[in-house]
Structure formats: structure tokens, C-alpha cells
């Protein structure tokens, strides 16, 4: 059981009924569909609790399918209701009574089994290479996959807006702090990039970031799918491969950090509390805020990934990222606190919702019109930049440690 005797179900007492959720969620917004709204979709799960509704029922099953899982209706919420514990015990209940659907499986095996998916990075890195990801970028199923792999292949260096000058270079502390970097899955094997990236601004910050062998997925993929046992087995893998020690665990997938915060709620023993412990987003590692470096001319949208800012609670540290490179203009855009439909797996097993949710952003972001989108999360840079992609729309999605780390190599402090 997870959070105790209900599973997590527990967490949808407080709900009120009043309503305020509702225009926080990207699903409603898009259907207008209350059964589509967080209100509507704790009635269902409520149901199935009581009994109410049985766990294959086609109308309960279709709506939690289409609940994005972003938690966007959390933070809204004034009576405290945890909609993510109740969605995770929903979705197991009927995960265990229905199964996964064969394409959650498959993605699933590929993209998180040690041995198969470096095989398929390894092969989804030569696709990339080749340039033609870019070319077939789109609408459409197999186009939009493309897009998805095309953004995430790394800049050139020296992109754009860079403006060369030597800052004066003042050592953040005489002994650097030990943190551990957790590699994950996705992040690992096509954005080793943001992880080099990572390691080079936590050092000029102060920090010796060390790699932890036997470390695994963290399960947030398995969680989301209602797989709650196979999350729970890499969580107990990942809290051993760690340790006992005290040093931060520095994670840059706002989704995996998500999920490691909450090891102590999903394998509810002391030791993965302590682990969860912890845990930190990168930008965080950085408070109250990073050495600055040189400035780059360049306007960047910033989409917090909703497992950052909802999930983690975790606002204000990147935008201190941005405010430690000058010249760099923060673009507002309306909405940037939506999901973008990226989602886990749900971009690849609900496209037409997901895509219904990511329109509405884009339409806001041709309007704001920056060069960067940055968000902090691997679904989400592979979702906007697919969109950016497919919508005609010249910008580029990058991973804030990227814009610092260049920042930082413009000033000279690393080649
Ligand atoms: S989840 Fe919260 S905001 Fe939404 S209807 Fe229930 S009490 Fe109101
Ligand atoms: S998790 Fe997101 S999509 Fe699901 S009900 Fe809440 S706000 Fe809506």
C-alpha cells in the first residue's frame, strides 16, 4: 500500500467540491468537460473506492487515462487536497485489474531497461546525427516523434546572444561541497549534454559532483503508468545504490525529482525518507543564486515543468538561474504554468489531448515570440521542441544549465 491503509486514496478527502481547480487544468480547458476537470475526475476515483464504480468501468478508465497527472490543480487547491496520491492509487488499482497498455510496455522496456535502452539510445543518437529527425519534424504521429528526437540534440557552442568577457573570477568556496548526480534514463542517454553541462556549473559554484554507481530509473515512468511495484523496486535500488551518506543528490529532470522526493511516501520506511532528503533540483543547489557570469543577448521563455513547480514547489530558484546572466530577458507569457502535454508517456498514448494541450501554448509563445523556451525536465524540452518544430516556430528549447553553462564559457571560466 502507498501513504498508509487507503493506498493514497486518502489524499482526495479534503476535496469541497468548490470548483477553483477547474481553470487551472489544461484537460478542462481544452474539453470543457467537467469528467475532464480534477472535481470531476476525484467523484470517479472516490467511486471507485467506495465501490461505486467498478475498475473497468469504460467512463472511468477514458477520463483518468486523459488526466495529464501534472498537478497543476494542487497548488490552486485551498483545502489541501494531494489529487497525485489519488491518481497513483486509482491508477494502480486499475493497472492491476486491466494491465498496461502494450505501448506503455514496450516504452517502458525500451526506454528504461538496462541493456535494451542503451541500445536504443545508442541507435536513437545515430538517427539524430544523420540531421533527418529535423528534416521529418511535424504533425502527426511519426513527425512528431521525430521532432521529439531532433530536440534533443545539443546546440553548437556558442549558439547565439553570446557576448565574450572575462569576468573576474571569484572561487564560490575555498572547499567545495560534495553532491551526488543522479543520471537517470532519458537525461542519460540523449541529454548527457545537460548532465555535462550541470557538472561544470555546480563546480564553478562551489561543488565536487560525484557519480554513484549501481544508481537506476528513478520509476517515475512505472508510477505514472500505475506500475507502483516496479517503482517501487527502483526506488529501493536507487536508495541503496546511494547510501547513507548526507551529501545532496543533485537531480536536472524536474519529473524524476520529483518522484525521488516522494520515495518516502511510496516505500514508506525511514531510509527513503532520508534519501528524499536529500534530493534537489539542480537550480536549487544554486540558491540564493549562482556566481554570475557573461552576458547573453537572448530573450527566453520559461516553461516550468510542472513536476518542478507543482509537484516540487520549486519556483523561484530558476529564475534566479536567469537573473545571474545578464542581459538575458525573461519573456512573460500567459499560461507558462500549463502542462505542455508532454506528460511521462502520456504524449505518445493520449496524442490528441496532448497536442490539444500543447497547441494552446504554442499559440501564446508565437506571440511572445522569444529564441529560447527553457524547462527543466526531458519530456517537456522533447514536447516544446517537437511543437516549436511543427508550428513553424523559430525558437529553441533548452535546459536552464544550458544558458548558464554558457554564460559561464563565455566568461572564460571553462573552454
Ligand atoms: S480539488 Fe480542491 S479546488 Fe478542486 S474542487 Fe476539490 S477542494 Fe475545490
Ligand atoms: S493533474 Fe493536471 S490534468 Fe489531471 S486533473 Fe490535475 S490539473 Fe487536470
Redesign the pocket.
Known amino acids: 500500500m502507498t501513504g498508509g491503509e487507503r493506498g493514497g486514496f486518502e489524499g482526495l478527502d479534503a476535496c469541497v467540491h468548490c470548483g477553483f481547480?477547474l481553470q487551472?487544468?489544461?484537460?478542462?480547458l481544452a474539453t470543457g468537460d467537467e469528467s475532464d476537470?480534477?472535481r470531476g475526475?476525484i467523484e470517479l476515483m472516490r467511486g471507485l473506492e467506495r465501490g461505486d464504480i467498478a475498475v473497468t468501468d469504460p467512463a472511468l478508465v477514458y477520463h483518468l487515462d486523459r488526466?495529464?497527472?501534472?498537478?497543476?490543480?494542487?497548488p490552486v487547491c485551498p483545502s489541501g487536497v494531494q489529487?497525485?496520491h489519488g491518481?497513483e492509487a486509482a491508477r494502480s488499482r486499475i493497472t492491476a485489474a486491466v494491465g498496461t497498455p502494450p505501448l506503455a510496455r514496450l516504452a517502458l522496456w525500451a526506454l528504461t531497461t538496462p541493456g535494451i535502452s542503451s541500445v536504443v539510445y545508442w541507435f536513437a543518437r545515430g538517427l539524430r546525427a544523420t540531421g533527418l529527425p529535423r528534416l521529418f519534424a511535424g504533425w502527426g504521429r511519426f513527425r512528431f516523434s521525430m521532432g521529439m528526437l531532433a530536440a534533443t540534440k545539443p546546440l553548437r557552442r556558442v549558439a547565439f546572444g553570446v557576448r565574450r568577457s572575462h569576468v573576474p573570477f571569484n572561487a564560490a568556496r575555498d572547499t567545495p561541497h560534495a553532491v551526488q548526480i543522479f543520471r537517470g534514463c532519458v537525461m542519460q542517454g540523449l541529454f548527457s549534454h545537460v548532465h555535462d553541462a550541470t557538472v561544470r556549473t555546480l563546480s564553478v559554484n562551489g561543488y565536487d559532483v560525484r557519480d554513484v554507481p549501481g544508481q537506476v530509473c528513478c520509476g517515475a515512468l512505472h508510477a505514472h503508468a500505475g506500475l507502483l511495484d516496479e517503482a517501487r523496486a527502483l526506488a529501493r535500488a536507487n536508495v541503496d545504490a546511494f547510501g547513507e551518506g548526507d551529501e545532496p543528490i543533485v537531480v536536472n529532470s524536474a519529473g524524476c525529482g520529483a518522484l525521488m522526493k516522494e520515495y518516502g511516501h511510496l516505500l514508506h520506511d525511514v531510509k527513503a525518507e532520508r534519501f528524499a532528503a536529500r534530493v534537489r533540483d539542480v537550480t536549487e543547489l544554486f540558491a540564493p543564486s549562482p556566481v554570475p557570469g557573461a552576458p547573453l543577448d537572448v530573450h527566453v521563455a520559461y516553461d516550468p515543468p510542472?513536476h518542478l513547480l507543482h509537484a516540487q514547489r520549486v519556483a523561484v530558484p530558476p529564475l534566479n538561474l536567469f537573473a545571474a546572466i545578464p542581459l538575458l530577458e525573461l519573456v512573460s507569457v500567459p499560461g507558462a504554468a500549463e502542462?505542455c502535454g508532454s506528460a511521462g508517456l502520456f504524449t505518445l498514448l493520449e496524442p490528441e489531448m496532448s497536442r490539444a494541450v500543447l497547441a494552446a501554448k504554442l499559440e501564446r509563445l508565437r506571440e511572445a515570440a522569444p529564441q529560447v523556451v527553457a524547462t527543466g525536465n526531458p519530456g517537456c524540452l522533447m514536447q516544446l521542441g517537437a511543437g516549436l518544430a511543427a508550428a513553424g516556430i523559430h525558437a529553441h528549447a533548452r535546459h536552464p544549465v544550458e544558458l548558464l553553462d554558457d554564460s559561464y564559457r563565455a566568461a572564460g571560466r571553462y573552454e
Not at 24 to 28: E, H, L, N, Q, R
Not at 67 to 74: D, I, T, Y
Request: glycine share 14%; net charge positive; aromatic share 10%.
Open positions: 481547480c487551472a487544468c489544461p484537460t478542462f476537470s480534477p475526475r488526466c495529464l497527472g501534472c498537478r497543476g490543480c494542487e489529487y497525485g491518481l510542472c502542462c
